[in-house]
Every structure is written in C-alpha cells, then in structure tokens.
C-alpha cells in the first residue's frame, strides 16, 4: 500500500514558477515509477509527467517538456514537480500518482493516487 501527499500548490501569475512536491508512505514506495496527472475543469484528467522508480527515465506530454521537470529523492520518499513559464492553460488539479512501471505511466491506470493540489495561473 502506497499513500501519496501532493503539497505546493497555489496561485500564481503568467510566466511564474512552482514547485509541487508529493511524498509518498509505505515501505515499498521506492519501487514505484511516480508521476503527475492534471484535470482542468470540464476537462479530462491528462497525464503530465512521469519517472522511474530509480529516477534514471522522465517522460513529459508535449504540452510541458522544456518548461517541466520532475525528480525524486528516494531517501525522503518524495517526487517534486518543478513548473516554470507557466501558462493560464496549465491551470488544474495535479494529481500524484505512483505505478509499478514507467512504460506503462500513460497507457495503464495508476495503481494509486494522491488528493489533489490545485493550480491557478492568472494571466
């Protein structure tokens, strides 16, 4: 069983930056690929970003590579999101999630989820 914690959300104006950070309990969390999905209202629920469970393989949706970038400590069981040259179009509930495989990140349901950070980007 894996329990995931989404924190650093916020409002923040066009071209800002934040850092949303998800820790994860359970003894076993390291041996997750962990990951964040966004839901903008009246919109489906899109995968964003992705690593591997050692933190050696990213994956990104076209929408964010270059502005985007995850990363993990396995020492304190937290995978972070850094988010800059933010776009009112990037507004949402991110959502943290954690799956046996990278590969599978976008093709197959997580296995487990976090609540929620909300993100508003004004313009």
């Known amino acids: 069983q894996v329990q995931l914690v989404e924190s650093g959300g916020g409002l923040v104006q066009a071209g800002g930056s934040l850092r949303l950070s998800c820790a994860a309990s359970g003894r076993t969390s390291s041996n997750y690929a962990l990951g964040w999905f966004r839901q903008a209202p009246g919109k489906e629920r899109e995968f964003v970003t992705a690593?591997?469970?050692?933190?050696?393989?990213?994956l990104y949706a076209d929408s964010v590579k270059g502005r985007f970038t995850i990363s993990r400590d396995n020492a304190k069981n937290t995978v972070y999101l850094q988010m800059n040259s933010l776009k009112p179009e990037d507004t949402a509930v991110y959502y943290c999630a954690a799956s046996r495989l990278l590969a599978i990140f976008t093709t197959t349901p997580s296995d487990y989820w976090g609540q929620g950070t909300q993100v508003t980007v004004s313009s």
């Open positions: 690593i591997s469970r050692k933190g050696g393989s990213t």
